[in-house]
């Protein structure tokens, strides 16, 4: 069965510092999303992507934040200056279509210190 | 009011039994509607797609009442492997397709 795969699964890094998380959507997938999840917190989404072009983001989703599809295959989150709040799960998904379900990869943990 | 409500549990449920449980949401606008589950440090995973007409997957019943913007799940013949947190998740596609989630309710299936 195709999956959503990310990598790296777990990033440690230094508050400041700029970090690129990667994701492989599912392969017939055109829309793709970026959510996080705090420790003990709700999932949040972050932005959805279509056509090489951000359709929606949220107020986390600041100037901080980018998403790039580089090629045929990866979707990248970058936090440019990362934060002590970033510390978060951060959740790639994917889906064929607006009204699809999305499917959601394991998830990339990031602790910023 | 939250977006997406739920009573954050947890049900404490002995095996073979039923249990249920319903979120509210906020947003009449909102077009399509999901229970997903969450394992511990896992990402949430799609369990079932709610219809108004009410839909069932097993031992899994979904219903919508659009009118009270209530959703509600209930498990039958409970598993150990249910014990989970489950999530209420509304899409609205005008908002770009953006799911959004419910703090969860959990679910502790014990022997």
């Known amino acids: 069965e195709p999956e959503v795969t990310q990598t790296p699964s777990h990033q440690v890094t230094q508050m400041g510092q700029e970090v690129i998380l990667r994701c492989v959507p599912i392969s017939n997938h055109l829309y793709f999303y970026w959510y996080r999840q705090i420790l003990g917190q709700k999932v949040e989404f972050l932005v959805s992507f279509y056509n090489n072009e951000i359709s929606e983001k949220s107020e986390i989703f600041d100037d901080q934040f980018s998403v790039e599809r580089p090629d045929g295959s990866n979707f990248t989150l970058k936090i440019r200056s990362t934060k002590l709040e970033d510390s978060a799960m951060y959740f790639c998904?994917?889906?064929?279509?607006?009204?699809?379900?999305?499917?959601f990869g394991p998830g990339t943990r990031l602790l910023v210190l | 009011r939250k977006e997406v409500e739920q009573d954050p549990g947890p049900f404490n449920v002995p095996e073979g039994a039923t249990v249920a449980f319903n979120c509210t949401y906020s947003?009449?606008?909102?077009?399509?509607f999901f229970w997903y589950r969450q394992d511990c440090r896992k990402e949430p995973k799609l369990l079932m797609s709610?219809?108004?007409s009410g839909n069932e997957d097993g031992r899994f019943t979904a219903q919508l009442n659009r009118a009270s913007q209530y959703i509600s799940l209930l498990i039958r013949d409970s598993k150990l492997s249910d014990s989970a947190t489950y999530l209420c998740v509304v899409n609205s596609w005008a908002a770009g397709n953006k799911l959004t989630f419910g703090g969860g309710t959990r679910v502790l299936v014990k022997p």
């Open positions: 998904a994917s889906s064929e279509s607006q009204e699809e379900t999305q499917y």
């Open positions: 709610v219809y108004s």
């Open positions: 947003n009449s606008a909102s077009q399509s």
